[in-house]
């Protein structure tokens, strides 16, 4: 079965439907509805979804849907050997070394999916724009 991170960007294109995103990651999560793939995150992604769309969504809507999403995605801790190793990398970015770690912790991960591609350029896993990575894995050479 084919693993794959996906970054905050992505729940949020979910989640608050910004267009023309959210039909790729739409299709992305129903794969994973369809246990055709896995789906991955880190906990800092989803308090970090919380965060951004709470001006949007009231709380207890916000929540629920945070909780429903839980039944397609696996959580992966944010933990101090996580915090440390994004501290000591050479990314740029302290939050995208996280989010790397966190899918470098996952055994066997496949992909890394984001709409910020240029900020994990340096990580070990391939990574890809979602629309690229639905055209990838809906490939037979796969």
Request: with cysteine.
């Amino acid at each position: 079965m084919i693993k794959i991170f996906v970054d905050t960007n992505i729940i949020v294109d979910l989640i608050a439907d910004r267009k023309p995103f959210s039909k790729f990651a739409i299709k992305l999560f129903k794969k994973a509805e369809n246990k055709e793939v896995y789906l991955y995150t880190s906990s800092h992604s989803l308090a970090t979804t919380h965060y951004l769309l709470k001006k949007y969504l009231d709380e207890k809507s916000l929540r629920e849907v945070l909780y429903n999403l839980l039944g397609y995605i696996k959580i992966i801790a944010v933990d101090e050997d996580i915090i440390k190793k994004g501290l000591k990398s050479k990314h740029k970015d302290f939050e995208d070394a996280i989010q790397i770690f966190c899918a470098n912790s996952i055994s066997s991960i496949d992909y890394i999916v984001t709409r910020n591609i240029k900020d994990f350029r340096n990580a070990d896993i391939p990574v890809y724009a979602p629309d690229e990575l639905l055209d990838k894995i809906k490939s037979p050479s796969y």
